[in-house]
């Protein structure tokens, strides 16, 4: 029991992150119907400038958390500032291209800015420092420390966030008049180009808080962290409910869950052939069934009703 309650907390906390990269998959796909797969990618860029502000800030007399926050702000800035950049010069000019060019083009980001990652910081990994707490607090046997709980309450915060943004701002009115006919929304006085920039942004921030919490909590950045992640998100995005919020968040949890409790019994389940390393299946194999058996995903409208 212990075990599998550990699991439960180990797949809560590993889905947190999944949703926290979902959340952005879907909030672009929602309005301009594209996946971006440089997504990842921002994720570890927002890791690797948050290790480089935590490493400058390795001599200077601050409480941990402090140094945490600096670096969780300064990861925002430049994976915000990087995704209006890409959205801009990538994705805009191919916006009323061929849906098959702007997907080539974002893979072709994806392997850019891991290419660039790898000359600026380097191809090694590098150790995240600690800068939390690391007493284990024991529930019911199983243990959880304050990184997993902020992750944990992360997701939770930005769920509620987003959810009041869409629904109640000007700017959230706005998002979903673009999704549904942006040039009719830029006939009653949107812009649609402001809209989906910001929406790129507020995926950026995504991308980066995740990426933060996800070295603090694994104790390692390096330049191709982001694609397994990012690929997983995206699994997560699909079995919610791609373009829904509050699906992207139920998809990344219970991919999490999955993926745990796969790793903790796949050896027990198959007599010691397969170990916990080979856990990353069981999310293709979710993403296979999905689309085979519903490929609109668990909260996701049909392509009919949404016509």
Not at 132 to 145: C, D, F, M, R
Not at 208 to 235: C, D, I, W
Request: charged share 10%; aromatic share 8%; hydrophobic share 55%.
């Amino acid at each position: 029991m212990d075990i599998f309650l550990q699991q439960i907390i180990n797949g809560l906390v590993l889905g947190s992150v999944y949703a926290l990269v979902a959340l952005g998959y879907t909030m672009v796909y929602g309005i301009i119907n594209l996946i971006n797969f440089a997504h990842g990618e921002v994720l570890m860029v927002g890791a690797l400038t948050s290790w480089t502000v935590v490493t400058l800030l390795a001599d200077v007399a601050l409480p941990g958390w402090l140094k945490l926050l600096i670096s969780l702000i300064a990861a925002v800035v430049v994976c915000a500032v990087l995704n209006f950049a890409i959205e801009k010069v990538a994705y805009r000019p191919l916006r009323n291209a061929p849906r098959l060019a702007p997907l080539i083009t974002a893979m072709g980001m994806s392997l850019l800015l891991q290419t660039l990652a790898m000359i600026i910081w380097k191809p090694n990994y590098k150790p995240y420092p600690i800068l939390l707490p690391v007493e284990p607090i024991n529930i019911g046997g199983a243990v959880i420390n304050v990184t997993q709980i902020l992750i944990l309450l992360s997701t939770v915060v930005t769920l509620v966030g987003l959810m009041w943004l869409v629904n109640r701002t000007k700017l959230g009115r706005a998002m979903r008049a673009t999704a549904e006919n942006p040039r009719v929304a830029a006939l009653m006085g949107v812009k649609p180009d402001m809209v989906i920039s910001a929406t790129f942004i507020i995926g950026a921030a995504l991308a980066a808080l995740a990426g933060v919490m996800y070295a603090a909590n694994y104790g390692s950045v390096q330049h191709t962290m982001g694609f397994l992640p990012g690929l997983k998100a995206f699994t997560a995005a699909v079995f919610g409910g791609i373009g829904n919020l509050a699906g992207a968040v139920v998809g990344g949890v219970l991919l999490g869950l999955i993926e745990a409790l796969g790793a903790g019994y796949i050896g027990t389940l198959t007599g010691g052939v397969l170990g916990s390393n080979y856990q990353d299946i069981f999310a293709f194999i979710v993403l296979i069934l999905v689309l085979t058996v519903r490929p609109q995903g668990l909260l996701g409208e049909r392509v009919a009703d949404r016509a």
